[in-house]
């Protein structure tokens, strides 16, 4: 439902579930439901119309409460702190948008980003209402996304990696050891950990796995090239970790760092990490599709025409 009523501001609506219970009104069980809001904010929202039953209809500040069913609400916007870099479209056609996503943008909407983030920013500037992700990648993390441009068609190219039939590799940059013979393929179960955010890896069936090889290295720091076969999250970085060569700049591992507001944050040393490649055949299409990322990591040997 909540893609047949469309964006606002290149955002969809998000949907609550009303449980069984009773409320005085619908207003009462959302001064509950989200405790930093407040009654009179809630009230706005529904004379604006931004908060919508499951036909579309907006409900007001007086409606009752019908347990058994959803409601949709639109995020009020709030102002953000811009991230200075720029996405770029790397390829569209009728079907599918590529894009590179710079370090540090978020790829949907999450905690206080909104409209800074690949999917909103994309849908507003292509003009898609229907933009879908058909697969993500960390926040930290540049290079390759591919998103479908109608709701219908995310699952078809969502499968594409589910059934391990996209390739795909990763260039990292990351301490060399000496002992460790690559190339290799690594694998672990990996599984949340206690700490917020971090994945570690502990005994049973492998759920993951990664072939990393050495591209190139100088004075200590090697440029790998990382494909994955599984999709885990932060598998690259877990694995990598896990080896004993954790990503440079990584701010998860092998130790979590606290977190920074956007409004105070460092851009100058991003995870070294970036999703260079993508290739398969396009399933509606049968076109083979090959995209590289335009961007780069850090050089390993500084240029002789640099200061």
Known sequence: MSNKLGTKNGVGPSRVFLPAGSYPSLLDFLVERFPAGTREGWSKRMLE??????????????????????????????????????????????????????????????????????????KNRLGIDGLNLAHRIDLETAGLVLFTKR???????????????????YEAIAPIRADLELPLTYTSCLQESAAFMQMHEVAGEPNSETRIELIESHDGLGRY??????????QLRAHMNALGIPIKNDQIYPVLKEYVHPEIRDY?????????????????????????????????VKSSFSD
């Open 49 to 122: 119309g931004t908060v919508l039953n499951q036909l579309g209809e907006a409900l007001a500040p007086d409606a009752q409460y019908l347990p058994n069913q959803h409601i949709y609400y639109y995020r009020e916007l709030q102002k953000e702190t811009p991230i200075p870099f720029e996405e770029i479209v790397v390829f569209e056609d009728d079907n599918i948008v590529v894009a590179d996503k710079p370090h540090y943008l978020p790829v949907s909407p999450v905690g206080p980003f909104l409209q800074e983030t690949l999917l909103v920013r994309l």
């Open 151 to 169: 709701p219908e068609l995310r699952a078809i190219y969502q499968n594409l990696f589910r059934d391990q039939q996209i390739d795909k590799f």
């Open 225 to 234: 090239k990382l494909s994955p076969v599984t999709g885990k999250k932060h």
């Open 268 to 300: 100058s040393e991003p995870l070294q990490l970036l999703a260079k490649e993508l290739s398969f055949v396009d399933p509606l299409t049968k076109k083979e599709h090959l995209f590289r990322s335009t961007l780069s990591l850090l050089p390993l």
